[in-house]
């Protein structure tokens, strides 16, 4: 075994990684995602902000309890301070997570469809200069796309009536053009 490399498991199966072990069993990491998820959402409500209100509140009216004392100002300080430090790593813990989530699924939809540009599954980790180039090809698109009209495709329509009822408009495809899938439709190179 060598150094830095993890330590074989107990009751692993044969043949199974350390991959397929770590999402058999929560480890501390997972625990600390469940916890960080759950401290966002429950720190992020309105009852939060009206608990973190109220500690003040009641912090102030204590002060001349206390007669405005260094270390009456010092709780409030300390207090503030360490939460705000801890809640940073909890916060950037759960956005990273799930940004990564939304590029995973960004990904899995370029690499879905047939028109998409694979390169792109790759473009967050592209050097600046890339994003740059890719931005303004973009911003082109956009801008001859409102400079050119908008091309109207009307398929014929007839009225069909049957004996005893009235006309009832039914859409019929004009055969002359081919179909075009869903995913060729909105294909943009």
């Keep these: 075994m060598t150094a830095g490399s993890p330590s074989p498991r107990k009751g692993r199966a044969p043949g199974a990684s350390a991959g397929e072990d770590a ?10 995602n469940q916890i960080a998820d759950w401290l966002t959402i429950a720190l992020g409500s309105f009852p939060a ?50 940004s990564k989530a939304t590029q995973l699924k960004l ?11 694979n390169e792109f599954i790759a473009l967050d980790q592209a050097p600046e200069g890339v994003l740059v180039e890719h931005e303004k090809e973009f911003v082109d698109l956009a801008s001859k796309e409102r400079s050119e009209p908008p091309v109207v495709k009307r398929e014929r329509t007839t009225v069909t009536r049957k004996p005893g009822s009235k006309a009832s408009p039914s859409s019929k495809r004009n055969n002359s053009s081919p179909r075009k899938s869903p995913q060729g439709s909105g294909g943009r190179r």
């Excluded at 999402?23 to 600390?32: S, V």
């Excluded at 260094?70 to 916060?91: A, E, K």
């Excluded at 990904?107 to 540009?117: M, Q, S």
């Design 23 to 32: 999402a058999a069993a929560p480890g501390m990491r997972d625990r600390f």
């Design 49 to 98: 902000l009206a608990g973190s209100v109220l500690l003040v509140v009641v912090w102030g009216i204590t002060g001349p309890l206390f007669n405005f004392s260094d270390t009456w100002q010092l709780f409030i300080n300390t207090t503030t301070t360490v939460i705000t430090f801890w809640m940073v790593f909890v916060i950037q813990n759960s956005a990273n997570r799930a």
């Design 107 to 117: 990904d899995e939809l370029i690499r879905a469809l047939a028109d998409a540009r």
